[in-house]
């Protein structure tokens, strides 16, 4: 398990977080939603250990986060990020196996050719495993990234907004692959703008505002008409389909 | 899968076989033409001699012997090594620029190391012996390589125009570092300096050639053993170090490599440009990006690059020994061009 005590950020001498008590639950999706610069990267940031805390603490089994060393961190956790760019012309089967390096010369490493073929198959990208990564889509990179992230096979998986540039139907993929990596005892945790879709599939959502968490629990006890008002500034109506709340602006 | 990863073998295969033939054929090609025309049997019979083979194709003229041996071989040894370091060079800077247009002639690492040499000689240090001369292009490339590196970087990539503008730059400030050196220098260190401008295998002695063959393999092989978190890098610098690479310590060991690279081949052979550009290039259209074997073939590939241009340079003019940085800005030039172009059709822009 992964806890952030008393977790606060300062960047260039602003705040970027404060005061961020959060943990990380194996067999569970965490979803965190936010406005924009509200410091949901950051956080995500934190909790993978890429950015080591101003004031508070991150464990990983109460170990501090920063006294791992990088290649034993690449072990327990994977992260998504939203670049997504590779800078020479690699098969996409070739970049998906980047994500087994982590395990180079372990006993695991046997089971590289098949984790390799699992994540593309999970990602939707078996047919493209051919392909140049340059000549693809942005959303077939944005696949193929999630892709080398699940070949990693971490125990923690972080995804930064791995919808963003995903449509409809792969969206819908995105978060159904979270909850199946949740529900092998894995803990997953996704940064997510679309209300709709995180109401729809975590089992907490942690809402970030200004730097702070706003509040944390189920879908249904986070996202309230007057909360999300209060902290996008915009008025909204929710709607529960199928026990799931759906979020959707008011409009003229 | 199986079928088109056969399919590369199959490629690497071809390419490994084309780079010995190219590699045999032009060092034997090489030894036989010059002022005192040599057969291939002799020069065949003469190296199986010297390994401890006694044949009968092997030259009886003592003169034909101290030809190939005295100036030919050195000569050819010396493109293999600066080749290797050159295109070996190139292949890690892309790599650690994420742009493959980096190189170090064009960056302006090249025109570092020569500066360092200049300064060398202009101070009457090169009597402490050819370690010397090393020593100090070594230092230039090093701090060519970290300005370049540091101005022109920004989020883990390096956009083209940046990396050019840098090049410009650096190119430019060690340039009038030359221009000044050539100014105050005495008639001797000035023509020692404009040698260096230019780039020539010519002289090439067996002295210097073991230290330029030294730190080739080396490099060579400490390049292959990174080469894997090369890959790696390609992701982005945040995607490596997700996926645990050190990447300040690759970042750091990869620069000093470069300027060690450059720097050996610039201290004894002077500026020779664009050979890191166009050799891992070429490679990496016909076997692809992964660097393990892009580094061996770059290696192996520029080596043959230099033993053809060497050959080339000292043939085309009758009686003359044309620089060789000339002829490898002239094949490099337009092929860098075109690479820029293709790069800014497809990317939209100069970005």
Known sequence: MISATGVGVDLEGTTVLDGVTLDVVEGEVLVLVGPNGAGKSTLLAVLSGERPPTRGAVTLDGRELGAIRHRELARLRSVLTQENTVSFPFRVSEVVAMGRSPWARTIESRNDIVAVADALDAADVTHLAHRRYTSLSGGEKARVSLARVLAQGARTIYLDEPTASLDLRHQEDVMRIARRLAGQGRAVVVVLHDLTLAGAYADRLALISNGRLEAVGSPAEVLTEERVERVYGLPVELHLVGGKPVVVPLRE | MSERGGARVAR???????????????????????????????????????????????????????????????????????????????AVMQAIFGNPLAEPGVVGVSSGGAFGAAVAIVLGLTSFGVGTLAVFAFAGSLLATMLVYVVSRANGRTEVVTLLLTGIAVNA?????????????????????????????????????????????????????????????????????????????LRIGSI???????????????????????????????IGPAHRALIVASSFGGGALMVFSDLLARSVVVGADLPIGLLTSLIGGPFFFFLLFRQRKRSGGWA
């Open chain 2, 173 to 249: 400030f060690a340039g009038a570092g030359l221009a000044f050196l050539l100014f105050i220098a005495d008639s001797g260190g000035r023509e020692q300096i404009v040698f260096w401008q230019l780039g020539s295998l010519n002289g090439s002695r067996w002295q210097e050639v073991a230290i330029v063959a030294a730190v080739a393999a080396l490099g060579t092989a400490a390049a292959i053993v990174l080469g894997r978190r090369f890959d790696i890098l390609a992701l982005g610098e945040r995607n490596a170090r997700h996926l645990g690479v050190n990447v300040e310590a």
């Open chain 2, 12 to 90: 690497g295969v071809l390419l490994s076989g084309v780079l010995a033939a190219l590699l045999v054929g032009g060092v034997i090609l090489s030894s036989m033409l010059g002022q005192l025309a040599v057969t291939p049997t002799e020069v065949v019979g003469s190296v199986l001699r010297a390994t401890g083979i006694p044949n009968g194709w092997a030259p009886t003229d003592p003169i034909v012997e101290s030809t190939l041996w005295v100036v030919r071989f050195p000569r050819i040894a010396m493109g293999l090594a600066v080749g290797a370091a050159l295109a070996v060079a190139g």
């Open chain 2, 256 to 286: 000093i490599l470069v300027a060690l690279l450059t720097g050996v081949a610039v201290a004894f052979c002077g500026i020779i440009a664009f050979v890191g550009l166009v050799v891992p290039h070429v490679i990496r259209m016909v």
